[in-house]
T-cell receptor, first 112, second 113 residues
Framework: DTGVSQNPRHKITKRGQNVTFRCDPI?????LYWYRQTLGQGPEFLTY????????KSRLLSDRFSAERPKGSFSTLEIQRTEQGDSAMYLC??????????FGQGTRLTVV | DQQVKQNSPSLSVQEGRISILNCDYT??????FLWYKKYPAEGPTFLIS?????DKNEDGRFTVFLNKSAKHLSLHIVPSQPGDSAVYFC????????????FGTGTRLTIIP
């Protein structure tokens, strides 16, 4: 399967713990995006990379959030000191030339 | 500030009939529009897109219409099938080089057999 892959699919963590999610994009895609979706809302942009360069970060991405894309391949999104408000579906997408973005199945985070 | 709006949270359509999902936008910088379909517990699946230089794009049972002067687009599905039951998101981004997508809140389409 050559689609966008995200791991884990589900994560339950206690408030205050750190979590890290991984995204493996479609192999030839140079652009990678992170979005967050909460119940009843559409996905909201968090950040995006072109190759290994992080080109834009949303103001939604507080200093507890950090994303990396070493070597322009897979990406990780880390949330430090998680809060209950961080509970959401975290979606990764990739694209080539930035036209149609293809999404992974997402990581559902529950902070208890 | 909701720059992409889907004012109908839900829509029910008889199988075989036409489904019409609507989307309005406020940002005149948007240049490219996309529709995504989402099943529960899955990520959005790309459906169809349209550039602002066109007013219609067709792909099988799916057609997207764009009215730039009204800042309105619509997705037509004909004929509707039970497998089309899902949440549909309208999304947009500015011109090539800025592909950050802004999504609407979605419309839940239910196809009645």
């Amino acid at each position: 399967d050559t689609g966008v892959s995200q791991n884990p699919r589900h994560k339950i963590t206690k408030r205050g713990q750190n979590v890290t999610f991984r995204c493996d994009p479609i192999s030839e895609h140079n652009r990678l995006y992170w979005y967050r979706q909460t119940l009843g809302q559409g996905p909201e942009f968090l950040t995006y990379f072109q190759n290994e360069a992080q080109l834009e970060k949303s103001r939604l991405l507080s200093d507890r959030f950090s994303a990396e894309r070493p070597k322009g391949s897979f990406s990780t999104l880390e949330i430090q000191r998680t809060e209950q408000g961080d509970s959401a579906m975290y979606l990764c997408a990739s694209s080539l030339l930035g036209i149609e973005a293809f999404f992974g199945q997402g990581t559902r985070l529950t902070v208890v | 500030d909701q720059q992409v709006k889907q004012n109908s949270p839900s829509l029910s359509v008889q199988e075989g009939r036409i489904s019409i999902l609507n989307c309005d936008y406020t940002n005149s910088m948007f240049d490219y529009f996309l529709w995504y379909k989402k099943y529960p517990a899955e990520g959005p699946t790309f459906l169809i897109s349209i550039s602002s230089i066109k007013d219609k794009n067709e792909d099988g049972r799916f057609t997207v219409f764009l009215n730039k002067s009204a800042k309105h687009l619509s997705l037509h599905i004909v004929p509707s099938q039970p497998g089309d039951s899902a949440v549909y998101f309208c999304a947009a981004h500015p011109n090539f080089g800025n592909e950050k997508l802004t999504f609407g809140t979605g419309t839940r389409l239910t196809i009645i057999p």
